[in-house]
């Protein structure tokens, strides 16, 4: 079974799985067919949002309705069931499917310095990765540092909403 397999069949017995990877998909992260599943369970767990996990034989019939060619409509319908059988380990496919990540955020940026082209943001992408231990800290944003700057220019004072109040009364105006 290979990585792809195993991440369709994760989605397949875990919802949370399915939206962890959902939240990351990128355009080539899976092969033709593989979308089509992805897009079916997608619709699948879309009209339940309670449904912790697939139907095999729903999910297989209905990827068997999406794919037109009778030809291919059994490997269709055969893949989805033997995936729903696989027996993996959701959390194990998640943590490997960050190592992918990390691994790709690293070889994307290794090539931009290579070929002399910009980095910027390959570099916070690797930051973002190289420090996930979750699919949702791979996305979470960096937060931005400001260096070198002085605080008045950093703070805006002029809109009382953005400043933080404290109590008592007489320290909160003192600050």
């Not at 092969?31 to 729903?58: F, I, K, M, Q």
């Not at 996930?132 to 791979?138: F, K, M, P």
């Amino acid at each position: 079974m290979n990585h792809e397999q195993k991440i369709l069949a994760a989605a397949i017995t875990d919802r949370a799985a399915f939206e962890a990877v959902s939240a990351s998909l990128r355009d080539g992260d899976f092969t033709e067919s593989a979308g089509l599943v992805w897009s079916v369970l997608g619709d699948y767990y879309g009209r339940d949002p309670n449904c912790g996990h697939a139907d095999a034989e729903l999910l297989s019939a209905a990827v068997g309705r999406a794919v037109k060619s009778d030809k291919h409509r059994d490997q269709f319908t055969q893949l989805v069931t033997s995936l729903a059988a696989q027996d993996v380990s959701a959390a194990n496919v998640m943590a490997d499917f960050v190592a992918v990540r990390k691994e790709a955020a690293a070889d994307r940026l290794a090539a931009a310095l290579l070929g002399n082209q910009a980095t910027d943001e390959l570099l916070a992408e690797y930051e973002r990765w190289h420090t996930a231990d979750t699919i949702a800290e791979g996305l979470e944003e960096a937060p931005e540092v400001f260096r070198g700057m002085d605080l008045e220019h950093i703070m805006v004072k002029d809109n009382p909403d953005s400043l933080i109040r404290v109590w008592p009364n007489a320290l909160n105006e003192r600050l």
